[in-house]
């Protein structure tokens, strides 16, 4: 286990995965990391579909023009769901879980990736939310936020910089 600091300083987007499954344990990890999640007036709007069957990641892959291709490489997918009705903050909600998903899978030194579904359009023109809820049967009314890859990670990225954090975005006081 990293020390927070260290954990988001080597969380990087990984693209690339190995042939090695993901334990069942730390898939358990992961799913209980986004089921802790905070929600606003704890709602617990959100709604997760794990894909791991290498065909039906291979078809989610096209759920968008571009910015999908993780998907066909991973080991798992997390689809993050979210019903509107129960949050009116339901995007909110579900990024937080999405990216802690990311931060429990760095912390189990697992690499993965945020691909984003919601206003984003297929090769076709086709909304890739539809795409994807009518690839998995999600009804409709559950909103498609975005698709977390997982995976032993085969790349390697730099640790982000703290010495490159962009300070001049701080406002002290006033804007
Ligand atoms: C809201 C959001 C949407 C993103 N969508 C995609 C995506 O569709 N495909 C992809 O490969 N990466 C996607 N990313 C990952 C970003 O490209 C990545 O976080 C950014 O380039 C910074 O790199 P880092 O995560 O390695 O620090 C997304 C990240 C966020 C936060």
Not at 81 to 102: F, G
Not at 108 to 122: A, E, K, M, P, Y
Request: with cysteine; hydrophobic share 40%.
């Amino acid at each position: 286990m990293e020390n927070l600091k260290e954990l988001l300083k080597n969380r990087r987007s990984i693209r690339k995965y190995t042939e090695d499954s993901i334990s069942p344990e730390n898939v358990k990890e992961i799913l209980e990391a986004a089921l802790m999640s905070p929600t606003s007036k704890r709602s617990l709007c959100w709604e997760f579909v794990v894909i791991e069957n290498p065909e039906q990641l291979e078809k989610l892959s096209h759920c968008k023009a571009q910015g999908a291709k993780p998907i066909a490489g991973a080991k798992l997918a997390i689809v993050i769901l979210a019903d509107p009705s129960k949050s009116d903050v339901w995007i909110e909600d579900a990024s937080i879980a999405a990216i802690l998903i990311q931060l429990q899978a760095e912390d189990l030194g697992l690499g993965s990736c945020w691909i984003q579904i919601r206003n984003r359009l297929t090769e076709n023109g086709q909304s890739a939310e539809d795409y994807v809820r009518e690839m998995l049967g999600i009804p409709y009314g559950m909103e498609v936020l975005s698709i977390i890859t997982l995976g032993h990670k085969n790349e390697e990225k730099k640790p982000f910089d703290p010495d490159k954090a962009q300070w001049e975005k701080v406002h002290i006081e006033h804007w």
